[in-house]
């Protein structure tokens, strides 16, 4: 006991703060008290995360376009809580449009890595899918989800808005039926 205490003292404060958030994750899930927080704020966490959620103001090419038609007044995907932000530490959503090179690849995924859980992330467009008009192209990944997990695929050259607002509600559904609690699921403290 006075061993581990001691390990504990001699740790970095950055040591310190991923041992003391991997230990008070592991007990939060092991009792009862996590349990019933995740009861009852469940719900609420449930609808705050369907109705708000906000993608990377990232576009490569055309479809961008229509990302950015898709939340202007004739479409207006903030009814549906849809608000763009520049830095990814705000967002949950990271929405790929257009062809991802090799080049890009490595700046994508630091993209993703710096967005806190839960996020997902929606291919929308042949290119993002699987390279589309430039499938096979030597500089291309054909596909996104050849290094980024995918939630949601919305086919199309361009994506229409409506088709992107589609996406963007299937979304919610998955995460509505996903049903995750805010404290005992792992996805939460990855
Ligand atoms: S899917 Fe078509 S419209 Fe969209 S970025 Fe690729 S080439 Fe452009």
């Known amino acids: ?6 390990s504990v003292m001699l740790m970095r404060s950055k040591d310190f703060l991923e041992w003391a958030d991997d230990w008070f994750g592991r007990m939060l899930k092991r009792s009862t008290i ?10 609420f966490f449930q609808w705050a995360r369907i109705n708000s959620l906000f993608p990377l103001h990232f576009g490569i090419m055309c479809c ?3 990302m950015g038609a898709a939340s202007a007044p004739r479409f207006d995907a903030q009814r549906f809580g849809v608000i763009y932000r520049s830095t990814p530490r705000q967002c949950d959503i990271l929405l790929v449009n257009g062809p991802v ?24 467009g042949e ?8 499938w096979q192209s030597y500089s291309i990944i054909e596909g996104v989800d050849k290094f980024i997990p995918v939630d949601v695929y919305i086919p199309g050259c ?30 939460i403290r990855k």
């Open 1 to 6: 006991m006075s061993g581990k205490i001691g």
């Open 64 to 66: 961008a376009l229509e």
């Open 34 to 43: 996590g349990r019933a927080v995740d009861r009852v704020f469940t719900d």
């Open 158 to 187: 361009p994506v229409r808005p409506e088709a992107m607002i589609e996406g963007i509600v299937k979304l919610q559904d998955k995460i509505r039926a996903e049903r995750k609690g805010v404290l005992t699921e792992d996805w």
């Open 101 to 124: 090179s090799k080049k890009l690849k490595p700046d994508l995924k630091r993209l993703y890595d710096q967005m806190a859980d839960p996020k997902w992330v929606v291919a929308m």
């Open 127 to 134: 290119c993002s899918i699987s390279g589309g008009p430039f």
